[in-house]
């Protein structure tokens, strides 16, 4: 005889519909089989999280993530398994640019997060005197760690001074965690390059060189870094949404957590009317003061770490210019933090996609621009109305292109508190929260506070919390072997 199939009347509860929960909710429908039952639980109106298709002057885009990285396996892997492979698109071959210093230069290719791996990577990017501190950077005393961690900017500017941490590794640390080099750790951010110096090169410019790949044959196909669904990334959360066929409650804060004898007891809805819900196990999937709030009484050291994470806030200004409005030859614009119009005026965006450029499935009617607004410690740019963050953003654009056309659409939309800050120490506070939820049976978390804030990574942490929880549910009811 085979092995016993899953046993009927499992209730699971996933909390937090973002792209990690949705996953985790994908996952224990695999491990726990058809008849068990997932309630997965969302306090806003929509499912999806930071994954969000607007239609923008007729178009599906994103107005979020509006990439995966394709080079890690978990975002790739799960595309194809749930069929949507077909729609997998790829960016152009047009290259990303940099404002710093006044002047717009390509990204440098040899290089890691911006820390540079060559002289010759950053020769276009800085200035002499800048080029010097490069190529003597080897010849200073050799970087020890011993295990500790400490601040990107900190560490690139007493190596390399200020310039590589301001016109390079600042705006690129900036698109991914609306954050600043200065407060951002090394070991979350940049692990390769940690794991490096660990072993033992006392250098920043040989350590980055170690942890580059090798550059591909001068015709050889060069595999896609990132990866995109070309109706828009709101259809792998439709179609996450119809392969686990969970309970849906949109709506419905969880105000507490309570362990019980048998399984756990979530409250539910308004504290005037709440509602309850008895479940086998949980998965947290939600932003850390939630999870610290949810976890204060049933794992307090959890929560006590989880209150570490600080978040930063941003906005999405998405541009539908006339068709026929003529993009720069690149795939958008990072901006160094301090970079002015010519006239002194400080810029407002942090980032500018030129999506039709970008992606080939876009580079039809309405020109497609994105502008990123946000790092983290900036509040009042973020207070400003929709129309006047439309207004700033679009005289930005007037400065970097020199587009002025009207748009015939616009989008603002806002993502208050939605990226976790990896600073100093962010590994020694993941390594708190999980050993100190692990202690607790038939309870996981996931997340973009844990191991990454990209899609991939968001997903590997929904998978591993749905085994956890799935292993809980499935040997406490199973009778055991012999």
């Known amino acids: 005889m085979g092995a ?12 937090g519909g973002g792209i990690s929960g949705l996953a985790a909710a994908h996952r224990l429908r695999r491990l726990l089989g058809p008849t068990a039952r997932i309630t997965l639980l969302e306090q806003s109106d929509r499912l999806g999280g930071k994954l969000r298709t607007a239609e923008v002057g007729g178009v599906a885009y994103d107005v979020g993530a509006e990439a995966f990285l394709h080079r890690r396996p978990e975002a790739a892997e799960l ?71 400490v601040a990107v ?22 698109g991914v965690y609306a954050g600043r080099a200065d407060s951002l750790g090394l070991r979350a951010t940049m692990p390769r390059l940690a794991g490096a110096l660990d072993s033992g090169i006392g250098s920043l410019l040989a350590a980055a060189a170690t942890t580059m790949p ?33 309970e849906v ?12 004898a048998r399984g756990w007891r979530l409250e539910i ?33 959890a929560a006590k770490e989880y209150a570490k994470v600080e978040l930063a806030s941003m906005a999405v200004v998405a541009l539908a210019l006339p068709p ?20 002194g005026t400080p810029f407002t965006a942090k980032a500018f996609t030129f999506s039709s450029r970008k992606w080939a499935h876009l580079d039809r009617g309405p020109v497609l621009v994105r502008g990123s607004v946000g790092r983290f410690g900036e509040v009042a740019v973020l207070q400003r109305d929709d129309a006047e963050l439309v207004a700033a953003v679009r ?37 708190g929260i999980e050993q100190a939820v692990a202690d607790v049976p038939g309870l996981a978390v996931a997340g973009a506070t844990l191991h990454g804030v990209g899609i991939p990574a968001c997903i590997a942490t929904g998978d591993a919390a749905a085994a956890g929880v799935a292993a809980h549910v499935l040997g406490r009811v199973r009778p055991a072997a012999g």
């Not at 016993?4 to 909390?15: D, K, Q």
């Not at 591909?216 to 179609?239: C, E, I, N, Y």
């Open 249 to 260: 409650r949109l709506g419905l804060p969880v105000r507490g957590l309570l362990r019980r």
């Open 79 to 149: 595309v194809a398994e749930l069929g949507l492979g077909p729609a997998v698109a790829h960016p152009t071959a047009v290259s990303a640019s940099i404002r710093a210093g006044g002047e717009v230069r390509s990204v440098p290719a040899h290089t890691l997060l911006g820390v540079p791996a060559s002289v010759e990577a950053v020769r276009h990017v800085l200035s002499a005197e800048g080029l010097r501190r490069v190529a003597a950077e080897p010849g200073l005393p050799p970087i020890e760690l011993a295990g500790a961690d």
């Open 153 to 174: 900017g900190a560490l690139l500017r007493e190596r390399f001074g200020p310039e590589v941490a301001d016109r390079l590794v600042g705006p690129l640390l900036g």
């Open 214 to 246: 090798a550059p591909p044959q001068p015709r050889g196909p060069r595999p896609p870094v990132f990866g995109t669904l070309t109706g828009g990334l709101s259809a792998l959360v439709d179609r996450l949404v119809a392969v686990a066929a969970p």
């Open 324 to 343: 026929g409005t003529r993009l720069p030859e690149r795939s958008g614009v990072l901006l160094a933090e301090g970079e002015r119009h010519a006239d």
């Open 269 to 301: 809805g308004s504290a005037a009317d709440p509602a309850h819900l008895d479940v086998d196990g949980v998965v947290l999937a939600v932003p850390a003061p939630a999870a610290r709030r949810l976890l204060a009484d049933v794992a307090p050291a």
């Open 4 to 15: 016993p199939g899953p046993v009927s009347g499992h209730h699971v509860a996933v909390v």
């Open 395 to 431: 005289a930005d654009l007037a400065e970097l292109t020199g587009i002025t056309a009207a748009p015939v659409d616009v989008a603002v939309t806002r993502w208050g508190g939605g990226l976790p800050q990896y600073g100093v120490g962010h590994l020694d506070v993941v390594r």
